[in-house]
T-cell receptor, first 115, second 118 residues
C-alpha cells in the first residue's frame, strides 16, 4: 500500500519568493509515478507536474519543478517566483506502476501568497 | 464548456435516502475516475472506468456505492441508504486514454459535487 505524507498543513510566502512544498512517500513498488496537483477554492484539481520513478532528471514545468530524491523517498514541489494566483491547496500524489489507475493523495498543504 | 461537468454541485439529503451524482467527462475521453474528498483530506480513489466497463472498483467503500457508465461517456455514482459519514465532495476526472501520465494520461477534474447527509 502507498502512503503520502505532507507535513506542512499551511505556508505563508511573500510574493515573488520561491517556495518548497514537502512530500514524502512510502511504497514497495519498483515502478511508480509522483504527481502534484493544485486545488483552488473552486474545487477542481489541476495537474501541475509528474515524475516517473525511473526518470533520472528532475521534472520541470514552467515555474514548477519537482525535487526528486529517490533514496529518501522525497518528491518536493518547488515554485519559483510565486504569484498571488498560486494561493491554493497543493496535493502530492503517487500512482503505482503500469496498469494501475489509482492515485493516492496526501492531506495537502495550504499555500498563501502575501502581497 | 469543454471541461468535466458535475451535477449537482450541492446536494443535501437525509440519512437513509438514495442519491445520484452525475459526471459528464470531456468529449472523447475514454477513462473516467471517481474520487471522494472528505473535509481536510486529500481525494480518495473510488472507481475507474475504461469505456463502459469498471476496470477497478476497489475503492468503493461498501455495497451501498455503485457507479455506471452505460454508453462510455456520462457516468453516474449511486449511493443507497446514505449515512452521515458519506458527507464529502465527490470528484470526477477524465483522461483521453488512461495511464495517469504521459500523452493522453493527464487527468482533468470537475469541480465536484458536495454531498451533505443530515
Amino acid at each position: 500500500a502507498q502512503k503520502i505524507t505532507q507535513t506542512q498543513p499551511g505556508m505563508f510566502v511573500q510574493e515573488k519568493e520561491a517556495v518548497t512544498l514537502d512530500c514524502t512517500y512510502d511504497t514497495s513498488d519498483q515502478s511508480y509515478g509522483l504527481f502534484w496537483y493544485k486545488q483552488p477554492s473552486s474545487g477542481e484539481m489541476i495537474f501541475l507536474i509528474y515524475q516517473g520513478s525511473y526518470d533520472e532528471q528532475n521534472a520541470t514545468e514552467g515555474r514548477y519543478s519537482l525535487n526528486f530524491q529517490k533514496a529518501r523517498k522525497s518528491a518536493n514541489l518547488v515554485i519559483s517566483a510565486s504569484q498571488l494566483g498560486d494561493s491554493a491547496m497543493y496535493f502530492c500524489a503517487q500512482g503505482a506502476g503500469f496498469g494501475n489507475e489509482k492515485l493516492t493523495f496526501g492531506t495537502g498543504t495550504r499555500l498563501t501568497i502575501i502581497p | 464548456g469543454a471541461g468535466v461537468s458535475q451535477t449537482p454541485s450541492n446536494k443535501v439529503t437525509e440519512k437513509g435516502k438514495y442519491v445520484e451524482l452525475r459526471c459528464d467527462p470531456i468529449s472523447g475521453h475514454t477513462a473516467l475516475y471517481w474520487y471522494r474528498q472528505s473535509l481536510g483530506q486529500g481525494p480518495e480513489f473510488l472507481i475507474y472506468f475504461q469505456g463502459t466497463g469498471a476496470a477497478d472498483d476497489s475503492g468503493l467503500p461498501n455495497d451501498r456505492f455503485f457507479a455506471v457508465r452505460p454508453e462510455g461517456s456520462v457516468s453516474t455514482l449511486k449511493i443507497q441508504r446514505t449515512e452521515r459519514g458519506d458527507s464529502a465532495v465527490y470528484l470526477c476526472a477524465s483522461s483521453l486514454t488512461g495511464g495517469l501520465a504521459g500523452a493522453g494520461g493527464e487527468l482533468f477534474f470537475g469541480e465536484g459535487s458536495r454531498l451533505t447527509v443530515l
